[in-house]
């Protein structure tokens, strides 16, 4: 309800997993003292931020929230570029809505103590991955996953050496899986399936010891050999390299 915004010294919101519908009532973004709100798998539609759209109008006004989770709505329109003044935020999941002929934008770049960010699932957020998210250090959790998504895998990415989970799973990423991945030394899932990369597999990817998870699979056009490094994933749980064009034989050291 609109009355939300009456409770001026709320912190706290939490309304996950619900049959909440409607739209976002605007004093909601004017509770300056929210940490956490989380209001994710519900209803609730319309943008996000009512400020994007024609006629409307609003100021963020959330100085010290630091999670954000709309994951699982009916949201559309475009991602709200004005979500780059949360300046405190350390997790935005904007996962499972239906945002539509939208970019990343390149001013999420001030959120500069991101650690969690997931766009995945929205079907329709196209163009690159901004090359300014390479300030975004902080990163360990990344996925655009399930998108229309292009361009090369960009170099930047390589030195956000604390990212843990990476997924560009399902997109239209296209061009080579450089050597300097092995840079990602603390990546325990890449998910890279789905898409149009080619080439080989670098051998370096053997020194990403901490993978659990490693997905190559429906690029169509990776070729080569498995590359023998690749055994050295001692705490692999799942490998995936269907629908390719890898030849050789699989080593008897599996």
């Known amino acids: 309800p609109q009355s939300i915004g009456s409770l001026s010294l709320l912190t706290w919101l939490n309304i996950h997993q619900n049959r909440i519908s409607g739209t976002l009532p605007v004093s909601l973004y004017t509770m300056s003292w929210m940490s956490h709100v989380d209001i994710s798998f519900n209803n609730i539609r319309g943008r996000l931020v009512p400020s994007e759209g024609a006629n409307a109008s609003v100021t963020i006004e959330w100085d010290s929230l630091v999670n954000l989770d709309v994951a699982d709505n009916l949201f559309t329109g475009s991602l709200p570029a004005t ?55 902080k990163l360990t959790y990344f996925s655009v996953q399930e998108n229309f998504m292009s361009g090369s895998m960009p170099s930047f990415l390589f030195n956000l050496t604390r990212m843990r989970y990476l997924s560009l799973f399902s997109n239209f990423f296209h061009g080579t899986i450089s050597p300097e991945i092995d840079m990602m030394t603390n990546l325990v899932s890449l998910h890279l399936a789905g898409n149009f990369f080619y080439s080989t597999i670098p051998s370096s990817i053997g020194q990403l010891t901490l993978l659990t998870y490693l997905s190559l699979g429906s690029n169509f056009n990776l070729t080569g050999t498995i590359p023998e490094t690749i055994y050295n994933l001692v705490n692999l749980r799942k490998l995936s390299l269907h629908f390719n064009k890898l030849t050789g034989t699989i080593s008897p050291s599996v």
């Open 83 to 137: 979500l780059s003044t949360v300046v405190n935020l350390t997790s935005l999941d904007l996962s499972y809505n239906f945002f539509h002929n939208s970019t990343l934008p390149s001013s999420y770049d001030s959120l500069s103590k991101l650690a969690f960010f997931s766009v995945a699932h929205s079907f329709e957020i196209r163009g690159t991955i901004p090359t300014s998210y390479v300030v975004l250090t």
